[in-house]
Structures are given as C-alpha cells and as structure tokens.
C-alpha cells in the first residue's frame, strides 16, 4: 500500500487535471489516510479519510494550509503533544535526509494511526496514515494462533488448510520446522520480515536460512562476528523454548519466541517491536539525558534499578553505590519510616510532588525534594519511575520571604516615624504603625476604619484631606506638609508626606509618613547657631572671627583706618585640666570667655579653639589694642572658684595691626599668633606686639616643623654612615646617621631638625624609617659588620610597646642577624623611671640586639646607673677626645671612663678623634674602639663600598675622607 501510494503521489500533479473528477474520488475513498505537501511544505491535496482518521477541521485542513499550521490545529485538539514548531523542524530535516520516516500516534479515541512521510522529486513529500489500531490487537490474537498452531499439530488434513489461512492473517511472521530443522510452514509476515533472505523455501534447513541472511546482510549486529552470531543463534534455537530480541536490517527489530513440539520440531513466532524498541529507546535518551534527577526503584524492596546521569552529578554517589541502595538509604533515619509507609500504601498511585521530603547527598548534606513518581513495569518487575525536584533553594528562598515580611511588618510597627495608609474610595485608615497610634493618641484598635475627622480636630482634619485630595491628582508624585497639633505638654509640629499609589485594576490607596519634627526644628535652629558660635562658651567661632575680620579690612582698606588683632592664649591652661578635670577646665574657658567679652565691650571676641581666643579691636592703633590688653589682664587676674576649686588665670597677647603689619586676614591672625607665642616663649602673662624682624625665625621654625611631617612620603631624608674602628684603623662596623635636604633650604642640620622632630611627635616615624632603611642596607652586605643606630629618648621613654614591636618585626622583615644591631640611648633617655627604662632595655637584649650608652660623662651618669643598667658598650663623649692631648684633666677623665668602663665589663668608643696624638692616646689608654673625622666622616654607604664587601676584609682605613 506504501509503494501505491508513493507511485500514486509522483504522478499526482500530473495526472491531476485530465482525470481530475475521477482521481478525486479514488483519492477520497482510499482508506488510508494521504496527504501531499509541495516544497513550501503547504498542503497540496489530502483526502478525506486522513481527515475524519484524526477528527480534524475541514476549515483549517485543505489545500494551501501550511505545515505549521496543521500541526497547531492538532495540537489544539488534543493530537499532538511536541511543540508544533519543533516537531516540524523534526519532519523536515528528516526529509531532507531523502528518507522515508515512520510516526506513531495516538487519537482521543485510543486509536494507533502509523504515519509514513515519503520524499518525492521537487522537495515535496507524501504522508500515508494506517489505523494500525486491529494490528496492536492482534498481539493477543498472535499468542492464541500460536497457540492454536501448537494444537494443530496433530490434527488432520483437513485442519492444516485452515491453520494456513490462520497463518497468513495472522500480523505475526511464523514458521514451522519439522525434526530435522527444514521449514515446513511459513506465513507472509515471516518472509516480509526476512526479505533480505532469498532462500525461504519448503525444505531448506533453519542454518542454511541463517547463512543465507548473514550473506545478504539480513542481520547488522552478526557483521565482523558472522561465526560466533551462527553459533550463538543456532544454540538458542536448539533449546526447547527460547526467547530473543534480534535486530535486522533497515533498523528493524524482531521478538523471536521459540519452542519445541512434541514430534521434535519447532514453532517460531516473529514479533515486529520496533516501535517498541524505538519507545524503550526514546525512554533512554528521556531518562538518561534528562537534566532533573531521575531513579527508577522497585516497589517492594525499593532498591534502586536505574539511575540517570543527572541524580548521580546531583547526589553525588556513583551509579554502582546507586544500585546498591535503596530509596530508604538516601533519607535520614527517622524519615524512613514514613517513606516506607507511604509507598507501600500509595506504590500504584502516581505522586505529583505535593509532599516534601528530606535526601541525604552522598557528603551527608541535607537537601529538601518534591517527587513526582508513576508505576510501571522495568524489566518485568513492578517499579516506579521518579523524578525528584530540589526545592531547597526554593524553600530557603521562601522562608527568607517569609521572615522578610514579618521583618517588614516589625519595621513597619517600629519605625521611628508615623506611616498610614488609607483607601483613596472613602479616605479610611487600613494601616497605621504603632508611632502614628501614639500620636493620634487614639487606641489602635480603634483606628483602623476610621477617617482623619473621627480622629483630629478640624482645622487638622481639613488640612489632612486637602493634603489626600493633592495628593491623588498628582497621582506618584509626593507631596509634603506640615501642621501643628496641641497635645498636653504643648504644641508639637508634625511634617507629612503623601503618595497616592495603586495601578489599573488595584484599588487606589494613599500612604502617609508623619513624623514629629518639633525637636529636629528646634536642633536646626540650634545647629545654624553652633555653625558660627562656639558651642562651649557662645563666643563667635574661628569661620565667624574670619568673615567678620574680613568686612572690617576691607572697611578699613576703605576708609584709610586702622584696627588690630588680639591674639589671647592661656598660660598653662593643660595645668587646671590636669589637676582639676576637664569639667574644671571647661568651667574656667567659660569663665575667661565672659571676662574677655567684658573686657572687649563692643569689640569682637571670638574663641578659635582650645584655650585661644581673638578680639578685633578697631580705631586708633597701637593704643586701642594696648589699652585693650590691659583691661583684659586686669580682668583675667581676678580669682575663681570652680567647684569648690580656686584658680588664677593668667594669659599672654600678641598683637598685630593693619595695615601695618598684614595687609590679609590669614596674615593678620598668623601674626598676631606669633606675637602671642613668643610673648609665652619670653616670660609668658605678657603682651608682644608683632615684630617682623624677630618673628620671622620663629616663623620659619614652624614651617619647617610642618616641612619635615612631609619629608619621608617626598624622600628628602638618606642615610649617612660613619665607620667605627679598632686602634689598628680596621673597620668593625658603621654608625647611621640621619641626612635632611630641605627643597628650599637645602641641607638641614641634624642639630636643628631632629630637636623639631622631637616637639612635634615626628620623631617617632623618622626614627622608624632610620631603623628599617639602616637594617635594610646592613642586610645586604656580604661582610657581617655592625650597625649602629640611635634611639630617641622620647622612644624609651613614651612608646614601650612600640619600640619593642618596631625592633622584632624589623629584624624579621630584613633577615639582618640581631648580633650586628646597635641601638644607641642617650643619657637623658635613661632619666625617669629607673625599672621601667631597665625592663625596656632587658626585652630589647632578649632580642638579641647591642645596647649603648651615647655622649657618656655629658649627662647625669654614675657608677651605679652604670651597673644597673642593661649595657653593652659606652661611648666618649667628643668634648672629652678634644682636649685629651691638651688638658691633662680631659685626659685623667678619659682615662677613668676607660678603666670604669673595662672594669664593668662594658666595650668603651671614643667619638671625635681628629688627630694622630688624639688616635695615639688613646690606643695607648687601651680604648677598644675609635670614631672620628680622622678615621671616616660620615658619607653615604657607597663611599664605604669596599669595607661592606669580601674584598676589603682587613683593609685599614686610609684617613678622613
């Protein structure tokens, strides 16, 4: 029929219009189902039973409907279940392919339609659908002829014409083979199975046929193995019964069911399962590949009969650990139970995932699953088919939902601020937080439901619903407002602010944030007060002093007056907060701040921070300011008693005067601060008026103060090195030295800047730096020589924790041996606390480092400072080597600091030797170490390049360079 209708198809738009009117009828009154597509995959012709075979719409099926189109009508009545595009795409690729393709459906009716597209010339194509309905049905009647056929075989004669008509109806290929194995009987199934087989006749023995096929390539799995397939094939055949599923050529596949009968032949029954096998395939590829988890466990022992590849990447166990569980070993214990109860009550019903369950991964961790399940038949055994969803992700994602709305609802209820929502249909509350409740001062129960005239007065209730009528015609624009609300301790001010919100088809709502501003108001006020007052004292603050200097300059500048600037700092103010508290010492500036204003009367007096204050006296110059310090210091000297305390108030004045002395405000008060310092630096209680002249160093030292916070980030400071020696001029070690080039003034003594460094607290990062760089250097030389570098007294004295820390993790940081470390301290590093300056030293030596005592005999050194104190090595001052051949009383003293020196122990240096008597004095004194101009000046390391190198062991130092 196939062939036909291929035949019939290519000739068909040829034929089409002589016999027209005969053709259409023979088309529509085949009894398959045909329908012909041209190249656009348009529908050509299609008869009628093709549409009534699937209950379709004439409407829609006809000529000129598209491919796509049909099968959206089919999958619109319930025929088809793949996406129509997809399923297009299917057929025409495999049309492309020049292969005749083969579908199986199904009708609303439980009817089996096999569906066969066929290509024909011009990229067109033919399908043909057969109600193969009868044909499944006829697997039973299959069993029973072969059954009937097993009866038959001792029937008569007679019986034998109607088994081979039975033989030939039946859908089934059969065969019949005598004792000897030769085919006796056959049907035409049999042979349109084997149809690559050419000797199917009477007679012709069952190998000869398997022989036959294997030469004409009847069976695909045989090639390369043709004698083991024979071999194989004839063993099962020989068994008394046997079963085989064989696949042939043309991809088709065959059930082979064998037995033996009672006169020593055999019956063979050919079941075509090749849609079946195509199914079971289809299965595969839809369990195996499936991205969601899937297991297939059997229902009585729920042990697991197949796993996909995605439940074994999801779970984590392998497939043999798969096959050797159960369903019941991947859930926690106490779950089991509960499994195992509701499958065995529920194993034939198929789950939809309603329940969630708990799985354990192959790791132990948790995971939550919804599972939708079904009963089938796998490997004939009664089973089920799961697919598990992970929904922990999900449930967590949920409960965070969860927990964020009752977080919402408890911020709603917490919010410092008032938040309502009300209908905009009749202006009725339907939300209100628990701050708008205790604002309305109406219970919240009672509330809800009510407008904002069952809740304020009048005037209020009328502003709140102009408000609400603004604010829904401007629709998601927000507006604001305030009003006021007497309450029992008195007026408060509430701002408000409004959005009408609600989309087509919800119901319009407005929101509204209330919030009592009362004290934020009041705090602004404050605030813009504090912007240009002093919050401790009420005077004017620095910003305002500035603005109000700078109007009076210019009114100056204008009229060709004068006016000056009153500088005022308290004389040992940090002494009244050291020993009466702060809270003292805030008293006592409120205190000087009232003086000062009457003092100043009408001038302006502002308070510029600590304990400093400036006044902008104007008229006549220099008497006014001068007649103005003396009322100041007249007033200032009058006692007072602070919280039970009595305290003198003493301050120094400097004064500066336009234009005089700075034509600018910055210059004008930066003056008359310098005034003010150097009246605190010559006597203090004083008045100084600014001089240029005098200043201006004072000046300078503060600009190099503020230069050298800078230096190290812009790396103006290097390292110089001076070699220390023995009395043979052999080099044992080097001495760091600290270098400043300042980029205006150039090089800045070590006299002049590391005293700056020490005011200003910038002595503990130089220090740092010093230490690091001179350790960094050390530790690449080849030859082990020592380094020695100085110690603030400020760093032994303030920072303990800092120093000790500094040394170790410098150490560690460079490599450098701590044996090669010398830290020097001065004598006046060494002056407080005895215990805690020994402590200090003793954990620096746990380190492993050298201490020495520098400038010894210059300070408050004694033989007992010498002994308790952790030292290494003392060092001459200078003042002593220069007058050693000079002074016979330097030389008796050098002599003694040497033997008191060996005597304790300690290795004893001589700094400041410039001469050969000096050099030659001192070896003769037995000095163990020398250090001077005249033995090395200090000079950058690669001047010293060859004493840090193996090719300068032993060289002596040639003299000062």
């Known amino acids: 029929m196939a062939k036909a209708a291929t035949e019939f198809v290519s000739g068909f738009e040829s034929l089409l219009f002589p016999f027209r009117f005969p053709l259409a009828a023979i088309f529509n ?77 199904e009708t609303r009716a439980g009817r089996f339609i096999r569906a066969k597209n066929h290509p024909i010339a011009g990229g067109g194509w033919v399908t043909t659908h057969d109600d193969i309905t009868d044909l499944r049905r006829a697997e039973l009647a299959t069993e029973a002829a072969r059954l009937e056929a097993e009866r038959a075989r001792s029937e008569a004669q007679a019986a034998h014409a109607r088994l081979l008509d039975a033989f030939d109806v039946v859908p089934e290929g059969l065969a019949l083979f005598d004792a000897d194995d030769r ?196 490997q004939e055994r009664p089973a089920a088919l799961a697919a598990i969803f992970d929904v922990t992700e999900r449930n967590r994602i949920d409960r965070q939902l969860r927990e964020a709305r009752e977080f919402l609802n408890s911020i709603v209820d917490n919010l410092p601020i008032g938040l309502t929502v009300k209908r905009a249909s009749d202006r009725k509350y339907v939300l209100i937080n628990k701050v708008a409740g205790r604002l309305f001062d109406v219970p919240l129960d009672q509330q809800i439901g009510r407008t904002a005239g069952d809740v304020f007065p009048a005037d209020v209730a009328d502003f709140i619903r102009k408000g609400d009528a603004e604010a829904l015609a401007r629709r998601s624009e927000a507006i604001t ?40 108001i009041e705090a602004q006020a404050r605030i813009a007060y504090l912007a240009h007052h002093d ?44 020993l ?117 160093e004072l000046r300078e030292r503060r600009v190099l103060h503020h230069d050298l916070r800078f230096a190290i980030e812009r790396n103006e400071l290097r390292l110089d090195y001076q070699p220390l020696v023995k009395a043979d001029r052999s080099v044992i070690g080097f001495e760091v030295l600290a270098r400043w080039r300042h980029p205006v003034h150039g090089e800045i003594p070590p006299g002049k800047f590391i005293p700056l460094a020490e005011d200003g607290g910038v002595i503990f990062p130089i220090s740092r730096w010093v230490l690091r760089a001179a350790c960094r250097e050390a530790a690449t030389w080849s030859e082990p020589l020592s380094i020695s570098v100085n110690l603030s007294p400020m760093q032994v004295k303030q920072g303990r924790a800092e120093l000790i820390d500094l040394v170790r993790s410098t150490l560690a940081e460079t490599g450098l041996d701590p044996r090669r470390l010398e830290l020097e301290i001065t004598e006046s590093g060494l002056v407080g606390d005895r215990p805690r300056t020994v402590s200090i030293l003793a954990e620096l030596k746990s380190l492993g480092v050298r201490i020495a005592l520098d400038d010894f005999g210059t300070g408050y050194s004694s033989l007992s400072r010498l002994k308790d104190f952790p030292l290494d090595k003392i060092k001459i001052d200078r003042s002593f080597t220069a007058g050693i051949h000079l002074n016979p009383q330097s030389g ?63 060289t002596p130092l040639a003299g000062a360079v």
């Not at 690559?196 to 004409?216: D, S």
């Not at 600091?897 to 003769?924: C, D, K, N």
């Open 29 to 105: 009154n085949v009894s398959q189902g045909v329908c012909l597509f041209n190249a656009s995959a348009r529908i050509v012709a299609c008869n009628a039973s093709y549409i009534d075979l699937y209950g379709l719409s004439r409407d829609i099926v006809k000529p000129g409907c598209t491919l796509i189109e049909l099968l959206q009508h089919r999958k619109e009545t319930g025929l088809l279940i793949e996406d129509p595009e997809q399923y297009a795409h299917q057929i025409l690729a495999s049309l492309k392919k020049d292969q005749v393709t083969t579908w199986l459906l």
């Open 183 to 378: 085919l006796v009987l056959w049907n035409k199934r049999y042979a349109e199975v084997y149809a690559q087989t050419t000797n199917i006749a009477a007679g012709v023995r069952f190998e000869e046929l398997l022989r036959n096929g294997l030469a004409h390539g009847q069976y695909p799995d045989a090639i390369g193995r043709e004698a083991e397939f024979l071999a194989e094939r004839l063993e099962l055949h020989g068994r008394s019964m046997s079963s085989l599923e064989q696949r042939l050529a043309g991809n088709r596949w065959v059930r082979i069911e064998g037995r033996r009968t009672a006169d020593g032949g055999r019956i063979g029954v050919r079941i075509d399962v090749t849609d079946l096998k195509r199914r079971e395939e289809s299965f595969r590829l839809l369990f195996d590949a499936n991205p969601l988890p899937m297991m297939v466990y059997d229902r009585d022992d729920f042990h697991f009969l197949a796993v996909n590849d995605a439940a074994v990447a999801h779970y984590g166990y392998s497939r043999e650990q798969f096959l050797s569980m159960s369903a019941a070993d991947i859930r926690p214990a106490e779950d089991r139970e509960r499994f195992e109860e509701a499958i065995r009550s529920r194993a034939h019903l198929p789950s939809r995932g309603t329940t969630t369950w708990r799985h354990l991964k192959a790791d132990g961790t948790p995971i939550e699953v919804q599972i939708f399940s079904c009963p089938l038949s796998y």
């Open 481 to 520: 407002g305030q009003f006021s609300l007497q309450r029992g301790e008195g007026s408060r001010l509430y701002q408000t602010l409004r959005l009408a919100f609600g989309s087509e088809g919800m119901q319009e709502h407005i929101l509204v944030l209330l919030e009592d501003v009362t004290d934020r």
């Open 535 to 578: 919050a401790l004292t009420e005077l004017p603050n620095r910003h305002t002093f500035e603005l109000y200097l700078g109007a009076a300059v210019e009114r100056a500048r204008g009229t060709g007056e004068s006016l000056a600037v009153l500088y005022v700092g308290l004389d040992h103010f940090k002494e009244i907060n050291d």
């Open 580 to 696: 009466f508290g702060t809270a003292v010492g805030d008293a006592v500036l409120r205190a000087v701040a009232g003086r000062l204003a009457d003092a100043a009367r009408e001038a302006f007096t502002a308070r510029l921070g600590g304990d400093e204050f400036a006044i902008v006296c104007t008229g006549p110059q220099p008497m006014g300011a001068e007649q103005l310090a003396a009322n100041i210091f007249e007033r200032l000297g009058e006692e007072l008693t602070l919280a039970g305390h009595t305290v003198r108030i003493a301050a120094s004045m400097g004064i500066s005067v336009f234009p005089g002395d700075a034509d600018t405000v910055a210059d004008l008060i930066a003056n008359a601060d310098t005034a003010m310092e150097r009246a605190k630096a010559e006597g203090r209680h004083t008045l100084r008026f600014f001089d240029n002249q005098t200043d201006r």
């Open 892 to 954: 008796s003293i050098t002599q003694s600091i040497i033997a008191l020196g060996h005597a304790l122990g300690l290795t004893v240096l001589a700094e400041g030797v410039e001469t050969e008597q000096q050099l030659a004095i001192l070896t003769s004194e037995s000095c163990d170490q020398m250090q001077g101009y005249l033995l090395g000046r200090p000079m950058p390391i690669e001047h010293y390049a060859a004493f840090v190198r193996p090719e300068a062991l032993d």
